[in-house]
């Protein structure tokens, strides 16, 4: 059971939205207690309805029935105010080292439970970055994609070979995905390889649009 911390950052879902995306984040801070006192101080104007701590520890900040500010300007699969249709999760990581094995377990249990409580499918789970490419990195490269997906928490993860690397081509698959929010051809490229192939470097190539193509099939 998490531990309940309110936090006063919160209001009601605007235009009787309800959840149906998971927006995972990592607090660039130096600690889970520090990231605590910004995620409920007033002035911050920031929170989310979940904070991890790298040791597993589970903070409940806001209820899930409100509308938490974690999210900000972004834009997924063509929908803005991804705070209104959303549970904002925070993982205690600083954004340049891997993710704790406690940490990850308890995230798979938080999961479970909300994706059942909100019917929230494995697309439904996506990064921040995702929603706001340019501006945001996390939860970034470490980030274990790929795990989610094989335990059913993410969207699947299977290359389609073929497709060669063209930029409009790439656009569209990416948009397809639920990558619309406007953004340069370097920092779509970079998301994407972060979400897909995080081992990626250079030049779009084949294998990136191999990777989204086979993404964009699990989708649909």
Same mark, same amino acid.
């Given at each position: 059971?998490? @531990?309940?911390?309110?936090?006063?950052?919160?209001?009601?879902?605007?235009?009787? &939205?309800?959840?149906?995306?998971?927006?995972?984040?990592?607090? !660039?801070?130096?600690?889970?207690?520090? $990231?605590?006192? %910004?995620?409920?101080?007033?002035?911050?104007?920031?929170?989310?309805?979940? @904070?991890?701590? %790298? *040791?597993?520890? &589970? /903070?409940?900040?806001?209820?899930?029935?409100?509308?938490?500010?974690?999210?900000?300007?972004?834009? /997924?699969?063509?929908?803005? *105010?991804?705070?209104?249709?959303? +549970?904002?999760?925070?993982?205690?990581?600083?954004?340049?080292?891997?993710?704790?094995?406690?940490?990850?377990?308890?995230?798979?249990? @938080?999961?479970?439970?909300?994706?059942?409580?909100?019917?929230?499918?494995?697309?439904?789970?996506?990064?921040?970055?995702?929603?706001?490419?340019?501006?945001? %990195?996390?939860?970034?490269?470490?980030?274990?994609?790929? %795990?989610?997906?094989?335990?059913?928490? $993410?969207?699947?993860? !299977?290359? +389609?070979?073929?497709?060669?690397?063209?930029?409009?081509?790439?656009?569209?698959?990416?948009?397809? !995905?639920?990558?619309?929010?406007?953004?340069?051809?370097?920092? @779509?490229?970079?998301?994407?390889? /972060?979400?897909?192939?995080?081992?990626?470097?250079?030049?779009?190539? !084949?294998?990136?649009?191999?990777?989204?193509?086979?993404?964009?099939?699990?989708?649909?």
């Amino acid at each position: 059971m998490p @531990l309940w911390h309110p936090s006063p950052n919160f209001g009601p879902r605007r235009d009787g &939205l309800i959840p149906h995306l998971i927006v995972l984040h990592y607090t !660039a801070m130096q600690s889970a207690e520090a $990231a605590l006192d %910004r995620l409920c101080d007033p002035g911050s104007e920031v929170s989310a309805h979940y @904070l991890i701590g %790298r *040791d597993g520890k &589970l /903070w409940q900040l806001v209820d899930e029935s409100q509308r938490a500010w974690h999210a900000g300007a972004g834009e /997924w699969a063509g929908m803005d *105010d991804i705070n209104s249709r959303s +549970i904002g999760v925070e993982l205690d990581n600083a954004g340049n080292h891997p993710f704790s094995e406690p940490q990850i377990a308890t995230l798979e249990g @938080l999961l479970s439970g909300v994706m059942v409580r909100h019917s929230i499918p494995p697309a439904g789970v996506i990064g921040h970055a995702d929603m706001a490419p340019g501006r945001k %990195r996390d939860p970034g490269p470490r980030f274990d994609w790929a %795990r989610l997906a094989r335990k059913g928490m $993410a969207q699947a993860i !299977a290359p +389609i070979c073929g497709g060669v690397a063209d930029w409009p081509a790439f656009r569209d698959l990416a948009r397809r !995905a639920g990558f619309t929010a406007p953004t340069s051809d370097g920092d @779509l490229l970079a998301v994407v390889r /972060w979400r897909l192939r995080p081992c990626g470097q250079g030049d779009l190539c !084949a294998a990136d649009m191999a990777a989204l193509a086979g993404f964009v099939a699990q989708c649909h």
